[in-house]
């Protein structure tokens, strides 16, 4: 379980931080460990089959009780028992011990829904649905009929009186019509008797499916809820707690599905539990890429938000981390630079690595540095957002007025924005366009996701600037602005199918994030004129 390297290394080559795992600044020692792994992986041909379909396999370097430096090796979700034991480390809790409690309640569970789809499937049900929906149709045919014939009737008798009539025909024609009347409303009683009966059976099924529902669901939560409770993690302090309590601590009540089975928490836990020294982490994507998450085979990404982000920052308390702002700092591509400037407005040319606006955490941004330079009292807000890794010009308002006035252009679509792109592969059409609608990707945030049923319309047109090989360098001119917009579109299969150099999120990341804002064109809002600027970029 404990693999060392194959070549040696010094000490120099750990660093001084746990780098951060939410980051994904890739270590050449991590960069190493996941190389032995995919090459055990091309070794066994039923893993390979496994991981066909796509899965994250992570590596966590480490040092042993010996000071000795290796590495572990864990997949995230689960793989059949006995797939890699003694390679990969075991999980958190084993959940598919086929004698264990959750395996015996999930079968009774199984039973339930054997249960539930029987009912829904046989006969007597189906005859008792049939029958219902048919007495129905009968009877509103039958409401139809009547009424038609009841007014023809009545056109009749109104004839009849006008050709003219004696007081006893007259009562006669009166008392046919009570009759007529009273006849129909007693059919139609009869036939609602009728269905009333059927559909008392009918009740009595969707009773008994609903009882089984429910209990379906109670005991499915409590069954995921005594999983959770299962899942004990420890951390660099030596303590110990359950996912249950902790994300009731953070606000939620049930951890989302799957927490605590993704390759991060399973490497640290197995470190923990075995005395070792956590060094670093990286996850990596194996098998057939994912078309909407865009996870592409070998390449690195950040531990998830939703299920790692909690369980990895309890899991390394006594860990001297690198926080996000160190990450980010090391990162940056350059200073913050104002390219114009006057009494209403400035633009400034932002470095790939800094935030535009206020983040999670005490990270560098625009905002605030422009805030600071200013002086108290003073007010500096962006008009419009860049990515943090994405580089070039930026609007930025000296009065809310202006911020409004700025904003409108950008929601109406005014501002003319030109960004230059280095692009992970080759693009074979000279120029064209993207429509892919996007949305978030709840489980993976703060990537998006294509999707045609929940995502907002968006559109990137594009053009080649040159090709060099593997890359192509391109214009892109977006005509929406969503979220990771023109990331997304250059990564796509149904978009240019090569992902932006450097992009840690929907590509490799290996150096900054190749995207640039090289071109914008806005009408200043106090005296009209076109305001047109260009940014060179260095990539």
């Known amino acids: 379980?404990?693999?060392?390297?194959?070549?040696?290394?010094?000490?120099?080559?750990?660093?001084?931080?746990?780098?951060?795992?939410?980051?994904?600044?890739?270590?050449?020692?991590?960069?190493?460990?996941?190389?032995?792994?995919?090459?055990?992986?091309?070794?066994?041909?039923?893993?390979?089959?496994?991981?066909?379909?796509?899965?994250?396999?992570?590596?966590?370097?480490?040092?042993?009780?010996?000071?000795?430096?290796?590495?572990?090796?864990?997949?995230?979700?689960?793989?059949?028992?006995?797939?890699?034991?003694?390679?990969?480390?075991?999980s958190i809790f084993d959940a598919l011990d086929p004698q264990g409690w959750f395996k015996v309640k999930e079968a009774q569970i199984s039973a339930l829904n054997g249960k539930i789809e029987a009912l829904e499937k046989s006969a007597d049900y189906g005859e008792a649905l049939e029958r219902v929906a048919t007495m129905r149709e009968e009877i509103a045919a039958e409401v139809r009929a009547g009424k038609a014939w009841l007014k023809s009737e009545k056109e009749r008798r109104e004839a009849?009186?006008?050709?003219?009539?004696?007081?006893?025909?007259?009562a006669e024609l009166l008392k046919e019509?009570?009759?007529?009347?009273?006849?129909?409303?007693?059919?139609?009683?009869?036939?609602?008797?009728?269905?009333?009966?059927?559909?008392?059976?009918?009740?009595?099924?969707?009773?008994?499916?609903?009882?089984?529902?429910?209990?379906?669901?109670?005991?499915?939560?409590?069954?995921?809820?005594?999983?959770?409770?299962q899942y004990r993690v420890r951390n660099g302090l030596g303590e110990e707690k359950d996912l249950l309590t902790l994300f009731s601590e953070l606000g939620q009540s049930v951890p989302p599905g799957g927490a605590g089975d993704c390759a991060g928490p399973k490497l640290l836990h197995a470190a923990w539990c075995m005395g070792y020294t956590p060094i670093a982490l990286g996850e990596f994507w194996w098998g057939k890429s994912d078309v909407n998450?865009?996870?592409?085979?070998?390449?690195?990404?950040?531990?998830?938000?939703?299920?790692?982000?909690?369980?990895?920052?309890?899991?390394?308390?006594?860990?001297?981390?690198?926080?996000?702002?160190?990450?980010?700092?090391?990162?940056?591509?350059?200073?913050?630079?104002?390219?114009?400037?006057?009494?209403?407005?400035?633009?400034?040319?932002?470095?790939?690595?800094?935030?535009?606006v206020p983040g999670r955490q005490e990270e560098l941004n625009v905002e605030e540095l422009l805030q600071q330079q200013a002086g108290v009292g003073s007010f500096r807000k962006v008009?419009?957002?860049?990515?943090?890794?994405?580089?070039?010009?930026?609007?930025?308002?000296?009065?809310?007025?202006?911020?409004?006035?700025?904003q409108r252009q950008f929601e109406s679509r005014q501002v003319k924005k030109v960004y230059v792109a280095l692009l992970?592969?080759?693009?074979?059409?000279?120029?064209?366009?993207?429509?892919l609608p996007l949305c978030a990707n709840i489980e993976e945030r703060p990537r998006q996701m294509v999707s045609y049923e929940m995502g907002k319309d968006a559109v990137t047109n594009y053009e080649v600037?040159?090709?060099?090989?593997?890359?192509?360098?391109?214009?892109f001119m977006p005509q929406t602005g969503r979220t990771h917009q023109l990331r997304v579109h250059a990564a796509h299969a149904l978009g240019l199918n090569a992902p932006i150099c450097g992009d840690r999120l929907y590509g490799n990341a290996q150096g900054r994030l190749c995207l640039h804002a090289a071109e914008l064109q806005f009408i200043h809002p106090i005296s009209g004129e076109i305001i047109a600027l260009q940014s060179g970029c260095v990539f």
Not at 33 to 58: P, T
Not at 383 to 406: E, F, I, P, Q, Y
Not at 424 to 435: A, F, H, K, P, R
């Open 1 to 90: 379980m404990f693999h060392r390297f194959e070549n040696a290394h010094c000490s120099n080559a750990i660093p001084s931080q746990f780098p951060n795992p939410f980051y994904s600044a890739t270590l050449p020692l991590v960069r190493e460990a996941a190389a032995a792994l995919q090459q055990y992986v091309w070794g066994h041909a039923e893993l390979c089959q496994l991981l066909a379909d796509g899965k994250m396999l992570g590596v966590l370097v480490v040092q042993n009780e010996k000071g000795e430096l290796g590495y572990l090796t864990a997949y995230s979700g689960s793989l059949p028992r006995g797939v890699g034991e003694g390679y990969f480390v075991p």
């Open 160 to 170: 009849v009186r006008k050709s003219g009539v004696s007081e006893s025909e007259a």
């Open 177 to 229: 019509s009570r009759h007529q009347k009273g006849e129909q409303r007693r059919k139609e009683q009869r036939l609602k008797q009728e269905l009333n009966g059927y559909e008392q059976q009918l009740e009595e099924f969707k009773n008994r499916l609903a009882a089984w529902q429910q209990q379906r669901k109670e005991e499915s939560q409590a069954l995921q809820q005594w999983l959770f409770s």
């Open 293 to 356: 998450a865009m996870h592409v085979q070998g390449h690195f990404y950040p531990s998830c938000e939703s299920k790692c982000r909690p369980i990895l920052s309890y899991m390394l308390q006594g860990v001297e981390v690198q926080s996000e702002r160190e990450a980010q700092q090391q990162e940056l591509s350059g200073e913050l630079r104002v390219v114009y400037e006057d009494n209403s407005l400035m633009v400034v040319d932002k470095p790939s690595g800094m935030l535009s």
């Open 383 to 406: 008009a419009h957002r860049l990515d943090m890794d994405t580089s070039g010009l930026l609007v930025v308002a000296k009065s809310n007025a202006v911020l409004a006035l700025l």
């Open 424 to 435: 992970q592969g080759e693009v074979l059409q000279d120029n064209g366009t993207i429509t």
């Open 465 to 475: 600037l040159e090709r060099q090989g593997e890359r192509t360098r391109v214009r």
